[in-house]
Each structure stands twice: as structure tokens, then as C-alpha cells.
């Protein structure tokens, strides 16, 4: 979903205490764990992780849309934003929690890890889709959820878990196996939930209905379809799996044919400047531009659709109205990376070691 505190969390930063690192802030994003592993051994990370840590609920879920560098005292967190997968929350805290266990072995450390990491577990449902919040809430927040890669990333964690790589080497046994056993349960969904047209294999919608596994309503502008963004996480995730079964491959194909099949060529986005002042988008001709894909595509034409707030569906981009032209991505270049570069390596993989 949307980040609507990402001003207020790019401002929310720690000047690292150590010289070497004074001109390098520290903000709560992805960027924290990508860091140098020695840095998490320094009192700058042990400082923060404990602050994570004072985030965590008593189910053992973390809170989204709040900088977890920043005291609870200091910035209470929302009610409505705890519990949840989404927007990297939960699963970025138990990453960071994890090379900090690494680097200094602290039991606090430790024990809330394991409790989110139990958490997640708890989380799946019986199917092995993961909703975007824990415990279940009504409406869509319980279905299984893809959008913005919240079930790719929780499977990507479990499955590191579960191998025992660095920095998880610390999990025991009995957790490693139950993560192993959820990946597992969790791939099977996702070939599951891919929307097959007349025995063809194409793609999956951003979220599927918890029970029947069809593709299902989020927000009033995210409708049933076929997503041109979530598709691609789930895509690359099922090509990081080391020996692929032929329903595995047998899926990756069917989504590239479809993402090769749907692109929009000659088009691109242009931000402009409106007759009333306000800034806008829309789409231009351009014969030299890189395939754009949209968001949604309807579920049996293939066709590009947009909604507004109202949730009609639109043909054309520029019949929905301005805050959601400029305010949500209906369009982008997700897959371009992925059939470029990545199909044609796990595609040589795959054929130099046939299972």
C-alpha cells in the first residue's frame, strides 16, 4: 500500500555514533539491512535494535508506516497500523533483528525474534497464504495477500530460515522445519491462486479471496484483475527456487509468455503542469519509449482498466481523476528487469539442470 509517512520517515534519522560513519544516517527502510555486517555489532545497532524491539506488539507483529528507529514514546504508533506484513512491516524488523543476533548474541534479541518469527508462522492460513494483518480483520486485510510483495517477502524470509543461511544460522531446529514446511505450503498456493484462462496460464491478481482462491477486491481502485506489478515478485520468487518441480516451471512460463504478451508499446507517462496550476499525468505517444505495463489488466480481455475512488471501471487512464492519477502507480516498467535479465539466466539454469 501506499506510504503515506514516507516524508516523515526519510526525516526520521539516527546520525551513527561512530566517526567512519558520521556522515551516514541511519533510516528505517530496506537500506538498514543492506548494510556492512560489522556495523551490526557497533552500540549504534544494539541502540536500535532495542528500540525495535519496544515496537513490538504482544502478539509478536510489528507496526507499518512508523520509523522503528524512533522511540513508541516519541511517536505513538497508530492502533490501525499494528500486526501487520504490510508495507515490509514484521518482516524487515525480524531481518534486522536477525544480523544484530548475529553480530552480538543478546537473549532480548533473540527472544523477540523468535516470537515473530512465530508470529509470522501463526499468521498463515490454512491454505498457505498469509493475510496483510494478524489477527484477521474483516474486508480485504484477510485475504491472501500479494500486493506490494507482502506474501514474496514473508516466503523469502521463511525459506532463508529454513536453509539456515546467514545471518539465520542462530534459529533452531524445530523453527527451521516449520519455516520449511510454510514455504512449502506457500508455493503451493501460489500455483494454486494463478489465474489459468482456457487451460493457459497467465498471472495472479494483487490479493485472492482467503476460501475460493479467485482474485478479489482490495481498496475501491484496486479491483479484481491481473496484476502487472505483484505478478513479477511472485514470478521471481518462484525462479529462486533451487530445483523447481514442473508445476514451478510450468508456472514462471506461463507468466512470462503473458507479461511479453501484455506490455503497451509507443506509450509513456509525462508529468505536466495542469490548466488550473496542480501537477498531472498522462499518457503520450512515444515510438522510442520502453514498454510500460499497466497495474491492472481485466481479468479476461487482457485489457488495461483504471479506477478512481468511485470504482468504476475506466478504459483510459485519463478518465480518472487527478488525485489518483498523480497519487497511485497505474502504470510502470515492473517486468522489464525480470524478462531482460532474469527469465534468460533461470531459463539456462533450468535447462543445464533438468530435475
Not at 508456472?251 to 501537477?279: I, K, N
Not at 487482457?302 to 468504476?312: A, E, K, T, V, Y
Request: charged share 20%.
Amino acid at each position: 500500500m501506499p506510504r503515506s509517512l514516507n516524508m516523515v520517515m526519510a526525516t526520521m534519522v539516527i546520525a551513527w555514533s561512530s566517526p567512519a560513519f558520521a556522515q551516514t544516517p541511519v533510516v528505517w527502510n530496506t537500506a538498514i539491512i543492506e548494510r556492512d555486517l560489522a556495523w551490526f555489532g557497533s552500540a549504534e545497532a544494539r541502540s536500535i535494535a532495542d528500540t525495535v524491539i519496544l515496537h513490538q506488539s504482544p502478539e509478536g507483529g510489528w507496526p507499518k508506516n512508523t520509523s522503528l528507529i524512533v522511540s513508541p514514546d516519541d511517536a505513538p504508533v497508530d492502533p490501525a497500523s499494528k500486526n501487520t506484513f504490510d508495507n515490509e512491516a514484521t518482516t524487515l524488523p525480524l531481518a534486522f533483528l536477525a544480523r544484530v543476533i548475529a553480530a552480538n548474541n543478546r537473549p532480548a534479541d533473540r527472544a523477540a525474534f523468535d516470537r515473530g518469527l512465530d508470529y509470522t508462522l501463526m499468521a498463515e492460513l490454512p491454505n498457505g497464504g498469509w493475510p496483510q494483518f494478524y489477527p484477521l480483520r474483516s474486508g480485504y486485510y484477510s485475504h491472501i495477500t500479494f500486493n506490494d510483495d507482502a506474501m514474496v517477502r514473508i516466503l523469502t524470509l521463511l525459506r532463508d530460515v529454513s536453509a539456515g543461511v546467514e545471518p539465520y544460522g542462530f534459529v533452531d531446529d524445530a523453527r527451521r522445519a516449520r519455516a520449511g514446511e510454510a514455504v512449502a505450503r506457500g508455493v503451493k498456493v501460489i500455483l494454486a491462486t494463478q489465474v489459468r484462462r482456457d487451460g493457459v496460464l497467465t498471472v495472479w491478481c494483487a490479493q485472492h479471496d482467503a476460501v475460493s482462491l479467485q482474485p478479489a477486491w482490495a481498496r475501491a481502485y484496486e479491483p479484481p484483475s491481473l496484476s502487472g506489478n505483484e505478478s513479477v515478485g511472485i514470478t521471481r520468487f518462484l525462479m529462486s527456487i533451487p530445483e523447481p518441480s514442473d508445476d514451478v516451471i510450468a508456472a514462471v512460463e506461463g507468466a512470462v509468455r503473458w507479461f511479453e504478451t501484455v506490455q503497451v508499446a509507443g506509450q509513456r507517462l509525462q508529468r505536466f503542469t495542469g490548466p488550473d496550476g496542480r501537477p498531472d499525468v498522462r499518457v503520450i505517444a512515444d515510438a522510442e519509449a520502453q514498454p510500460l505495463w499497466a497495474r491492472f489488466y481485466d481479468l479476461q480481455s487482457d485489457r488495461p482498466i483504471f479506477l478512481g475512488r468511485d470504482s468504476l471501471v475506466q478504459p483510459e487512464f485519463s478518465m480518472i481523476e487527478r488525485e489518483r492519477r498523480t497519487g497511485y502507480n497505474y502504470y510502470g516498467t515492473w517486468p522489464q528487469s525480470l524478462l531482460s535479465r532474469d527469465y534468460p539466466a533461470w531459463r539456462q539454469r533450468v535447462r543445464s539442470n533438468p530435475s
